[in-house]
């Protein structure tokens, strides 16, 4: 390794000087405020924020801290976007869809029904068009995007009774929100909103027939598992990736160093959330079945698939029709989609197949 | 945004102080040459290092600098490990189990026939201990090391001829080294070894059956395509993660600021190496039928896969035999990929299993 002292920039350093005289120095430091749409220490969502304010730090010799407020704090969850454009915080962690009401684009940067899985994904947001179409969304808004962060393949819902035909699903009383739960409604499905926190007692007591929250890692803390007697595989978010936002003026306040390694402690938490997502599914879904084997997991028959599928293909036709970025968008996405997924066919796809127990 | 003076560790700043004064600064800076075994340009694998580099560099303000020799220059593509060991280079980029023969227990951190697929892996990596028995297996060479990226599921290789049961393989000459080609070869495949510049005429001229190369990315520029009519998924190499490794001594001379900033350009370039195959893969496998629509994808049936996978497991148990590091290895990563499988198949597979072409 070579070392030496050569000419830079001026803002770059005198670190190693001082260093070498042993005293304390003089600088700059910047303290971004940020608000999470999640509550305090919320495990995968919260830990991906703490886990990129604390790369940011240490990479930045603590000239960069990133202060975190969780919703208990700013009490505006899902009013992440707002924040961030109005200035009153530099930076929020949150997921687009929640913002389809104020960007009608957004919605398509965290997930779309029968669309790609992660890591088909990240191939599109970074090699494929997507972080450019995600910027050109939030630019009109003087706000950064950036991915915050992949929950990996979510479950389609813990169910009471068994789904063997559309007809079963006529008149179901589920809670499903979003543009899952339209779809679910053009299947003739009694779509219902519950608060978070009454969710067990609704579905315990047969005041709704299924619930579809995230996955085994974030589903096992609410016990649905102990009342449910079956676990349906997903369609409605094959991949979904939350979101960074930044005000763009206190991003342009930053000096070129720091915004690198903002951006880069942001995609190296968000690929980790990815992979300990990946991880806590795995020990969740095994402590179920420990807990209660009873719980089946059960996937919903082509009839059904298929009927979704139309149903979804349609709504998204209708949203394309409405705004010139959200057909580009939906585009853009469709024929990633197309390529990517022969390609998962033969490799991945065509490998689990090859060795997974017979069925 | 609140920015501020502030009291820092001496090893930290000034640099505000500086840029304020508009003035030029003295500062340290860090040089370390890095040996990669690719040749120059190499597409994926040296873009990887060339981006890692320019992340550091632009992240550091260009107080850490890492030059690049590739295989043309240093000319010992599988003496990457040696040449770091021994300080000669302060980093390397190149696979881990190039060095089976002198780590016995390098080969599983790259990959591991009938392993686990790269989301699985990353997940073993850094939520399941891979990562600390990585370390555990360099350590005593004075050297760190880290995953470098991942090529994503590699094919099977290239057939002259379909493979529709045991008996085909007996006797095929085939192209396929390492750990995969002592599989092959239980089987009574005549593994022969060829240079990578002679396969193309090999498999043209008869004197060779098959050969097993990357996948369609890096498969591409060589022609197979032209030559061979099937493509078989693979079984060898689910996921294929290449190391960079840094010379202990070296890692320690840098500051703690740089050495994360090292680490989290390290972790994010090989994340970004795996989206970068997955869409050149796509991209690579579209133009391959395009060019040549009647290449025929192929997957080998279960007769061959269990024959493949019998032997692999036996050889597997053999190796964990030899060495106390090597079977804490494999039994980290049956336990691990038990485990994460029943995620995956409930996941991903039953997603894509239900939305799969009827075929």
Chains 1, 2 share one sequence.
């Not at 305090?40 to 801290?65: C, Q, V, W, Y």
């Not at 208990?72 to 200035?87: E, Y």
């Not at 068009?129 to 910027?135: D, F, I, K, P, Y």
């Not at 449910?228 to 763009?248: D, H, K, M, R, T």
């Amino acid at each position: 390794m070579k070392t030496r002292f050569t000419l830079l920039k001026p803002a770059v350093a005198l670190a190693a000087l001082l260093s070498l005289l042993s005293l304390p120095a003089l600088a700059e430091t910047y303290t971004l405020k940020l608000a999470e749409t999640w509550g305090p220490n919320s495990p995968i969502l919260g830990d991906t924020t703490r886990h990129m304010a604390a790369m940011a730090e240490k990479m930045s010799g603590g000239r960069l801290r990133i202060r975190i407020d969780s919703s208990n704090k700013h009490k505006a969850p899902f009013g992440i976007f707002d924040m961030v454009k109005a200035g009153q915080y530099d930076m929020g962690h949150t997921a687009s869809y929640y913002y389809k009401g104020k960007i009608p684009s957004a919605m398509y940067f965290t997930t779309v029904p029968f669309g790609m899985i992660a890591p088909e994904q990240y191939g599109w947001f970074y090699y494929g068009g997507g972080l450019e179409l995600m910027e050109k969304a939030y630019a009109p808004y003087g706000v950064l995007s950036f991915p915050g962060g992949n929950t990996g393949n979510q479950m389609g819902g813990w169910f009471s009774k068994e789904i063997n035909s559309v007809d079963d699903l006529k008149g179901l009383k589920m809670r499903t929100p979003g543009f899952a739960g339209e779809v679910m409604a053009e299947l003739g499905v009694a779509v219902t909103n519950i608060a978070p926190g009454e969710l067990y007692t609704s579905l315990e007591r047969g005041t709704i027939d299924a619930l579809e929250w995230v996955g085994p890692a974030l589903d096992l803390p609410l016990g649905f598992h102990r009342i449910a007697p079956y676990y349906y595989s997903g369609w409605q978010e094959p991949a979904a990736e939350v979101q960074f936002l930044i005000n763009q003026k206190s991003w342009e306040k930053l000096p070129e160093d720091l915004q690198e390694i903002l951006r880069v402690a942001m995609r190296t938490a968000a690929y980790d959330m990815y992979a300990q997502s990946m991880d806590m599914n795995a020990s969740a879904w095994d402590k179920m079945k420990e807990e209660y084997p009873s719980v089946e997991h059960k996937t919903f028959p082509p009839e059904v698939i298929n009927a979704l599928r139309q149903a979804t293909e349609k709504l998204l036709d209708q949203e394309a029709a409405k705004d010139p970025l959200v057909k580009e968008i939906i585009d853009s996405q469709r024929a990633y989609l197309t390529k990517v997924r022969k390609w998962t066919n033969i490799s991945d796809k065509a490998y689990l197949d090859s060795v997974a127990p017979q069925q």
